[in-house]
């Protein structure tokens, strides 16, 4: 479920508050993810919110696209938890 790290300048922040984004498949619940960084990282999740952002309308040579969309997850950590992304 998990798909990768979600690394940008407002993650990297709440990497400081011990919140860590993900980018997550459409059909991921908040238990298969906190599952799923559990067994992947070996770290205690305490809370995942969820949020879904809709594909956009697009242009590209004068033909009209939609951007795919994406769902990503905002996982809480234990105190004193990390994950290291390299």
Avoid at 56 to 82: N, T
């Amino acid at each position: 479920m998990l798909r990768r790290p979600h690394i940008t300048e407002k993650s990297s922040s709440l990497g400081m508050e011990n919140v860590y984004t993900f980018v997550v498949s459409k059909t991921a619940t908040k238990a298969t993810v906190a599952t799923d960084v559990t067994k992947e990282y070996k770290v205690k999740v305490l809370s995942v919110r969820m949020v879904t952002l809709p594909s956009k309308a697009k242009m590209r040579g004068g033909k009209a696209g939609r951007s795919g969309g994406l769902k990503k997850a905002y996982v809480k950590l234990k105190q004193g938890d990390k994950i290291e992304f390299v």
